[in-house]
């Protein structure tokens, strides 16, 4: 199983940019999707998350009404559409996978994926 972040850049506040994970090795449809990111001298944090399926959804607060995740089954590929970025969302991000149950379902992950870079200037 490979995970394989793509999309990200360098854009100035106010810009947007869509990331893609397309995930290898299995079928995406069972298992839930979650986007992480990290920087520098910060904990590993789950942004976006969509359960199997795309019934149920979860997203980081500071990411609400500006970030979202959709999935596309058929292409085995998971989207991160990011509007009005910030500069505090500087990071490397990154997308796992996993079919855990319960409340840590977006944070129990099997299988993590390397990350793509995104930089907000001010």
């Known amino acids: 199983v490979q995970l394989q972040a793509s999309g990200g850049g360098l854009v100035q506040a106010g810009d947007s940019l869509r990331l893609s994970c397309v995930l290898s090795?299995?079928?995406?449809?069972?298992?839930?999707m979650v986007w992480f990111r990290q920087s520098p001298g910060k904990e590993r944090e789950p942004v976006a998350a969509?359960?199997?399926?795309?019934?149920?959804?979860y997203y980081a607060d500071s990411v609400k009404d500006r970030f979202t995740i959709s999935r596309d089954d058929a292409k085995n590929t998971v989207y991160l559409q990011m509007n009005n970025l910030k500069p505090e969302d500087t990071a490397d991000y990154f997308c796992?996978?996993?079919?855990?149950?319960?409340?840590?379902?977006?944070?129990?992950?099997?299988?993590w994926g390397r990350g793509t870079q995104v930089t907000v200037s001010s």
């Open positions: 090795g299995r079928s995406l449809a069972p298992y839930h």
């Open positions: 969509s359960s199997w399926g795309g019934a149920s959804k």
């Open positions: 796992a996978t996993g079919n855990r149950a319960g409340p840590r379902w977006y944070r129990d992950m099997d299988y």
